[in-house]
């Protein structure tokens, strides 16, 4: 029988989980089905898939960075990069509802920043919706709202975050 949270308890309840704290088992799904072996992103359909070998396991709307058209160059440009990278970390405690790191930027991104004398950013992310009540209202009046990551609904971060392993490929296409 499922225990109810009633009174006191329920708003204390309702603030944590309205300030992005962990809600409990349903943040850290598992996931038993066929492996996912890439992660491809159109990001003219605004669309991700999860692949195994060439079957589509799961397929997601997207919100890409602020300008998405072309691909990242340089650090604060909001540009989504583009090309072949590597899924390398994850942060359950980031400043959105969970977050899977992507190996961005390699080599080749980074000589092209310096050489026009730039940088070329990082921090790149597949991500939920903000923690922060107000940039969550920030996120949701404009499609393409991220400083370059591709974002999700928060359940599909939890279903992501389950299936993809780090050192999974990813290929951002435009």
Request: aromatic content about 6%; glycine content about 10%.
């Amino acid at each position: 029988m499922e225990r109810r949270v009633f009174g006191i308890g329920a708003i204390a309840a309702l603030s944590l989980a309205g300030c992005g704290a962990s809600r409990g088992p349903s943040k850290f799904r598992r996931y038993n089905g066929p492996k996912v072996t890439s992660v491809v992103v159109n990001k003219g359909a605004r669309k991700m898939y999860l692949m195994h070998d060439e079957k589509i396991l799961r397929e997601y709307k997207v919100d890409l960075g602020f300008a998405p058209n072309g691909d990242k160059k340089i650090e604060g440009d909001g540009k989504t990069p583009e090309g072949t990278y590597l899924i390398d970390r994850r942060n359950p405690n980031s400043s959105f509802h969970l977050s899977i790191g992507i190996s961005y930027p390699n080599s080749r991104d980074i000589a092209e920043a310096k050489a026009i004398g730039k940088k070329p950013g990082g921090e790149i992310f597949i991500h939920g919706q903000p923690n922060l009540l107000r940039d969550l209202k920030r996120a949701r009046k404009t499609p393409d709202w991220t400083a370059g990551c591709i974002a999700v609904k928060n359940h599909e971060i939890e279903e992501i975050y389950a299936m993809v392993q780090d050192g999974t490929l990813i290929s951002l296409r435009p």
